[in-house]
């Protein structure tokens, strides 16, 4: 096991036994048997290398969501997305609550990277035509509303006792972004949810009669009306 490893691996298990969601570094030289310096040549500081744990704590689960075969239904895979992410909060709590921390001025790679798959499961929705908004406004309200829910299923437990609470706030905010499958064309596809699904198709496959120019003007009018008030 490399030195850099080794830190992690100890500050990985001082945290997942921390009461506080914390570990001072002087600990982590302790558990993994080196000195100061070598941890901040490593890390930079304290921030570094929390952020940089709440990264290795959050591979695996990242590691699942990017080896995930998508179905061909892209709302199931949002919904069991956003599950996924409920049920990885509770199981790891302080990995969590350290990923979402606003102390933390530079933040951890994984939740970027988690922002990242959800909007691509976003775009497929779009492409479908199952997206009354643009991919990046569904992606800021799916993204704040799921955690939002961990948060408070691990720091207020006593307040959200309710193990449907996920679902109930799920299912509220998949009503404001996505079509259902079953809903009628002519009740379903309005302007907003033709432009987003248009956005997407353009982003799969560039047309080649528009200059680059020309597609980010159309890309720019297609958000707008996507996420224009009905």
């Given at each position: 096991m490399d030195?850099?490893?080794?830190?992690?691996?100890?500050?990985?298990?001082?945290?997942?036994?921390?009461?506080?969601?914390?570990?001072?570094t002087r600990a982590?030289?302790?558990a993994a048997g080196i000195g100061a310096p070598q941890l901040y040549r490593q890390f930079g500081d304290k921030e570094g290398l929390l952020s940089a744990v709440v990264d290795y704590g959050f591979e695996r689960y990242l590691a699942g969501k990017r080896a995930a075969r998508p179905s061909a239904d892209p709302v199931r895979?949002?919904?069991?997305?956003?599950?996924?992410?409920?049920?990885?909060?509770?199981?790891?709590?302080?990995?969590?609550?350290?990923?979402?921390?606003?102390?933390?001025?530079?933040?951890?790679e994984a939740a970027a990277e988690a922002h990242r798959l959800l909007?691509?499961?976003?775009?497929?929705?779009?492409?479908?035509?199952?997206?009354?908004v643009s991919p990046q406004v569904a992606a800021q309200m799916v993204m704040s509303?799921?955690?939002?829910?961990?948060?408070?299923?691990?720091?207020?437990?006593?307040?959200?006792p309710d193990p449907g609470f996920s679902a109930q706030v799920r299912e509220a905010v998949f009503a404001a972004v996505t079509v259902p499958g079953d809903e009628p064309?002519?009740?379903?596809?309005?302007?907003?949810?033709?432009?987003a699904t248009?956005?997407?198709l353009l982003r799969?496959?560039?047309?080649?009669?528009?200059?680059?120019?020309e597609t980010a003007l159309l890309h720019q009018w297609l958000t707008a009306l996507a996420d224009a008030p009905e």
């Open positions: 030195l850099r490893t080794r830190i992690l691996e100890a500050a990985a298990d001082l945290l997942s036994r921390s009461t506080e969601a914390d570990f001072s982590v030289c302790e895979d949002l919904r069991d997305g956003w599950d996924n992410h409920v049920a990885f909060a509770v199981e790891h709590p302080n990995y969590y609550r350290l990923m979402y921390s606003p102390g933390l001025s530079t933040p951890p909007l691509g499961v976003l775009e497929r929705c779009a492409a479908a035509g199952r997206l009354r509303a799921n955690t939002g829910v961990a948060l408070s299923l691990i720091t207020r437990p006593a307040i959200y064309p002519a009740t379903g596809r309005t302007t907003g949810v033709a432009a248009l956005g997407a799969e496959t560039p047309p080649a009669v528009l200059s680059a120019a």
